[in-house]
């Protein structure tokens, strides 16, 4: 038997509240709550509106990338600025995908 385990994330790089101004970079694993709770149609913007009401660690978001699973499609929303990619991975130590 062979199960398929599809998850939906956004990762985030963003200036947080203490140390005022410090970049940080965190990863949110979506459930299908968080899901249906994004504007549609899923773009940049709607992404970017939903992290703006869910992403309270952070003062300001700076970029980030998601890859959210929607029904049988998998929406994916590459990072604005490969300078903020690199300091995601540089910052939490993750392997590039």
């Known amino acids: ?15 947080i509240w203490q140390p005022f101004g410090a970049k940080a970079a965190y990863t949110y694993n979506l459930y299908a709550y968080d899901l249906d709770k994004i504007d549609r149609p899923i773009t940049r913007r709607s992404v970017s509106h939903w992290l703006s ?21 998998t929406i ?9 990619e690199m300091f995601y991975y540089d910052c939490l130590g993750e392997d590039e995908d």
């Open 53 to 73: 009401l869910h992403a309270g660690d952070f003062e300001q978001i700076i970029d980030f990338y998601a890859s959210l699973e929607v029904g049988d499609d």
């Open 76 to 84: 994916e929303i590459p990072w604005a600025d490969e300078d903020n």
């Open 1 to 15: 038997m062979r199960y398929e385990v599809r998850k939906s994330i956004i990762r985030v790089v963003g200036t």
